[in-house]
């Protein structure tokens, strides 16, 4: 059922709060639906390929090391005592991802501000929010956080626009788009004065040039896909590996024989592809806890979503992620934390049932990224760092913040 209304953008468009479009902006592609929608993507595809995905490695490795230095240091600090880690995650993640997305064009100061007030954007796109801007509330408060990232945004592809034109190297998704555009517009300028151009100069995708502020917007939505929901994986699978040492020891082994015994060996494709046992913690814990388990989607005219009932134009229809990857028959034991079932079993056939990063033509742009670096997350630390979980009752309940975490609750002495 899932699946049906995923794959049914004749009846059905992605729905957010009234309030998204004030905080993200109503020109946003995230808006578009149709011949529009599809069209754009083409765009961005290119971002995403494996060649793209390479150059972005060293950014993300830069990132990791320094915060799991922190991270130590933080610990050393704190006596050894347990402490909340999720916001020590969620900065982390944030920065990996301005890393990757803008490069060094933002300051560290300013991922930080940006990984401390992206909870307000999260917050004032919550259902029960207003749909209207009042001041001192969720979506005041949510709509000022948005402003100052798309201003930072903004700012970060003026300079990529600059150094490109002179020549600098790609090292993130907005240089490789602006590349992109640049590169189009001399094709273009050459064809309309009747240039004689190789074919080996003509872009794969032709693009228009796009304004500081509309990269800015597209570059804010990639954050959006990506802050909570790497936030909740992250957190989960620290977790779920202090909990399980006999996995995270398999983790560690794989990472460092991969190497040859030197966990100094940067990331490369060809590693992150060989992490056989690695992937499968990583999809398993997507399939365990999947961050997004809810997509709202609205009704543009009358569906048939079954042969008895049909859902009225203007209505919201939300297909749950979650049934599908613990439905008993694709996953036997769902509520079991098994990785073998992606090695041994026959977890990869289940297709159908791997709904993590949807289907359709709303699928995720960055789900194969999204996967690699949660992969080379987890296999560094296991390498750089030890870890241990102080269980309360809840931990293993869980709490919606847009994606989910691991419910929090503090207990005296614990």
Known sequence: MARKVFNSPTFVKPCVVDVAHKLLRPTNWVFLDGKAHIEYRKGLNGLFTRQALEIYLPGQEEVYKKYFAKFLEISEENGGE????????????????????????????????????????????????????????KTWYGKKAADMVLDEFTKCAAKSKV??????????????????????????????????????????????????????Q?????????????????TWLFQTMADRPDLLAKV??????????????????????????????????????????????????????????????????????????????????????DPERWITGDAEKQVKNWLVFGTGPHYCLGQTYAQLNLMAMIGKASMELDWVHYPTPVSEDIEVFATIFPQVSFYPGS
Request: aromatic content about 12%; overall charge neutral; glycine content about 4%.
């Open 163 to 216: 150094r490109m034109a002179a020549g600098g190297d790609i090292t993130c998704i907005m240089d490789a788009w602006i590349k992109n555009m640049q590169d189009s517009a001399k094709y273009n300028e050459k064809i309309a004065k009747g240039i004689q151009v190789d074919e080996s100069e003509k872009p794969a995708i032709s693009l228009r040039d796009f304004s500081d502020f509309e990269i800015a």
């Open 82 to 137: 347990p402490k909340p880690w999720m916001p020590v995650f969620r900065e982390l993640m944030c920065a990996v991802s301005c890393r990757t997305f803008v490069g060094h064009y933002m300051s560290e100061r300013v991922v930080k501000k940006i990984a401390h007030d992206y909870y307000l954007i999260t917050a004032a796109l919550e259902l029960v929010n207003f749909p209207i801007i009042i001041p001192f509330t």
């Open 252 to 337: 560690r082994e794989e990472n460092l024989r991969l190497r040859g015994g030197d966990k100094n060996v940067p990331f490369s494709m060809d590693l992150l592809e060989s992490m056989t046992y690695t992937r499968a913690i990583v999809k398993e814990t997507l399939r365990y806890r999947p961050p997004v388990i809810m997509v709202p989607y609205l009704v543009k005219k009358d569906f048939p979503v079954t042969e008895g009932y049909t859902v009225k134009k203007g209505s919201m229809i939300i297909p749950s992620v979650w049934p599908a990857t613990h439905d008993p028959e694709a996953y036997p034991n769902p509520d079991t934390f």
């Open 218 to 234: 597209t570059v804010f939505t990639f954050l959006f896909a990506s802050q909570d929901a790497t936030s909740s994986a992250c």
